[in-house]
C-alpha cells in the first residue's frame, strides 16, 4: 500500500495532481522534493489554485533519509537533470516512479537510472492547467492514463503489473483522475503527436488552444501537418497511430479553454527554455533515423530557436 508519495517539480502538472495527494496523505506523508538551494526560494511561496490559497509540505533532498512508496516526476525536460540527482535519495527497492513528463522517453530515463521494474507507464491530458508565479489555473484538470507496455522482459512487466495495482488503489483513495490504458505506448505516441502540434503551434503564434484550432488558417494547418509527421514516424516504428488518432486528439483539444496556452506557450510568455527538444527535436532526430521528411517540424523547430534567441536573459 502506497502511504507516501514525493512530488518533483512544482510547475502546473506537479501542483495539479499534487493537490489531492497531499490532501490524501496529509503533509507528514506527503511532500514537494527539491534542492535546499531551491527550497529556500521558495519555501516562504503561497501559492493559490483557482484563486484559493493551497499549502504545500516542501522537503530538501538533502535532508531525505527514507524513501517514499511513490514518487512523481513533473519537472520540464531543461530541469530532468537536476531533478534526477533531486529523486534520487527519494527511491528505494520498492518505490515506484511515475512521469509527468511530455514526449516518448523519460520511462526509458528514468529506467535506465533506476530501474525498469520500478518504472510506470503515463500520460496526463485533457487538462487546461496554467501555472504563472505561484498562481495555478484551470478550468479542466484532466485525468492520468496509466499502464504496462506489452513489450518487454516478462519479469519487469510483471512488476509492474503489481505496481500498478498498488497506483490504482491510492489514486482512487486520493480521487486522482485516472484510467487503465492497455495499449499504453501507442496513448503515450498519441499524446506525444499532439503535442508536436499544438503545444509548438501555439509557442510560435502566441496564441490559445482557439484560435489554433480554427479550420483552413495558418496555425492549424501547420498543427495538422507537424502531427502527421510523427504518424509516419510511427507507422515505422509499428506503432498504430493514425488519423483516427489525430481526429480523436484534436476532439480533446476542442474542449479546452480557447483563451488557454499549453506548457510552451507560457514559456514563451514568461522567457523561459522549452520543451522543444521533446517534440520537434525528437521527431527530427527519429526522422534522420527512419528516412521520414519532417518539413514541418524542421520550420517549427527553427521558429522557437529564433523566439528563444531573442529572449533578454
Request: proline fraction near 5%.
Given at each position: 500500500?502506497?502511504?507516501?508519495?514525493?512530488?518533483?517539480?512544482?510547475?502546473?502538472?506537479?501542483?495539479?495532481?499534487?493537490?489531492?495527494?497531499?490532501?490524501a496523505?496529509g503533509?507528514?506523508?506527503?511532500a514537494?522534493?527539491?534542492?535546499?538551494?531551491?527550497?529556500?526560494?521558495?519555501?516562504?511561496?503561497?501559492?493559490?489554485?483557482?484563486?484559493?490559497?493551497?499549502?504545500?509540505?516542501?522537503?530538501?533532498?538533502?535532508?531525505?533519509?527514507?524513501?517514499?512508496?511513490?514518487?512523481?516526476?513533473?519537472?520540464?525536460?531543461?530541469?530532468?537533470?537536476?531533478?534526477?540527482a533531486?529523486?534520487a535519495?527519494?527511491?528505494?527497492p520498492?518505490?515506484?516512479?511515475?512521469s509527468?513528463?511530455?514526449?516518448?522517453?523519460?520511462?526509458?530515463?528514468?529506467?535506465?537510472?533506476?530501474?525498469?521494474?520500478?518504472v510506470?507507464?503515463?500520460?496526463?491530458?485533457?487538462?487546461?492547467?496554467?501555472?504563472?508565479?505561484?498562481?495555478?489555473?484551470?478550468?479542466?484538470?484532466?485525468r492520468l492514463?496509466?499502464?504496462?507496455p506489452?513489450?518487454?522482459?516478462?519479469?519487469?512487466g510483471?512488476a509492474?503489473?503489481?505496481a500498478?495495482?498498488?497506483?490504482?488503489?491510492?489514486?482512487?483513495?486520493?480521487?486522482?483522475?485516472?484510467?487503465?490504458?492497455?495499449d499504453?505506448?501507442t496513448?503515450?505516441w498519441s499524446k506525444w503527436?499532439?503535442n508536436?502540434?499544438?503545444n509548438?503551434?501555439?509557442?510560435?503564434?502566441?496564441?490559445g488552444?482557439?484560435?489554433?484550432?480554427?479550420?483552413?488558417?495558418?496555425?492549424?494547418?501547420?498543427?495538422t501537418?507537424?502531427?502527421?509527421?510523427v504518424?509516419?514516424?510511427?507507422?515505422?516504428?509499428?506503432?498504430?497511430?493514425?488519423e483516427?488518432?489525430?481526429?480523436?486528439?484534436?476532439?480533446?483539444?476542442?474542449?479546452?479553454?480557447?483563451?488557454?496556452?499549453p506548457?510552451?506557450?507560457?514559456?514563451?510568455?514568461?522567457?523561459r527554455?522549452s520543451?522543444?527538444?521533446?517534440?520537434?527535436g525528437?521527431?527530427?532526430?527519429?526522422?534522420?533515423?527512419l528516412g521520414?521528411e519532417?518539413?514541418?517540424?524542421?520550420?517549427?523547430?527553427?521558429?522557437?530557436?529564433?523566439?528563444?534567441a531573442?529572449?533578454a536573459?
Open positions: 500500500m502506497i502511504r507516501s508519495a514525493a512530488i518533483v517539480g512544482m510547475g502546473a502538472l506537479g501542483l495539479l495532481f499534487g493537490e489531492p495527494i497531499a490532501a496523505l503533509p507528514e506523508h506527503a514537494f522534493v527539491m534542492d535546499g538551494a531551491r527550497l529556500r526560494r521558495h519555501q516562504g511561496d503561497v501559492y493559490r489554485i483557482n484563486g484559493k490559497t493551497a499549502s504545500f509540505s516542501m522537503r530538501a533532498s538533502e535532508e531525505v533519509r527514507e524513501p517514499y512508496d511513490l514518487v512523481i516526476l513533473a519537472v520540464k525536460y531543461p530541469g530532468l537533470e537536476q531533478a534526477l533531486t529523486m535519495p527519494c527511491i528505494g520498492n518505490t515506484i516512479l511515475i509527468l513528463m511530455n514526449g516518448i522517453t523519460s520511462e526509458d530515463i528514468l529506467a535506465e537510472r533506476f530501474g525498469a521494474e520500478k510506470l507507464y503515463s500520460v496526463a491530458q485533457e487538462m487546461d492547467a496554467q501555472r504563472y508565479g505561484t498562481e495555478l489555473t484551470f478550468t479542466r484538470r484532466g492514463l496509466l499502464g504496462v506489452k513489450d518487454g522482459d516478462p519479469g519487469v510483471a509492474r503489473e503489481r500498478l495495482q498498488e497506483v490504482c488503489e491510492f489514486f482512487t483513495r486520493a480521487q486522482v483522475p485516472y484510467a487503465v490504458d492497455p499504453i505506448r496513448r503515450q503527436m499532439l508536436v502540434g499544438c509548438q503551434v501555439c509557442m510560435v503564434f502566441d496564441q488552444y482557439g484560435p489554433c484550432m480554427e479550420e483552413g488558417s495558418l496555425p492549424f494547418a501547420l498543427m501537418g507537424a502531427m502527421r509527421e504518424i509516419a514516424l510511427a507507422g515505422k516504428r509499428g506503432i498504430p497511430v493514425g483516427k488518432e489525430l481526429a480523436e486528439y484534436l476532439a480533446i483539444e476542442r474542449t479546452l479553454d480557447p483563451e488557454a496556452v506548457s510552451m506557450g507560457q514559456d514563451r510568455r514568461q522567457h527554455r520543451e522543444v527538444e521533446l517534440f520537434a525528437e521527431v527530427l532526430r527519429q526522422g534522420r533515423e521520414v519532417t518539413p514541418v517540424n524542421a520550420y517549427l523547430y527553427r521558429r522557437v530557436q529564433e523566439i528563444e531573442s529572449y536573459d
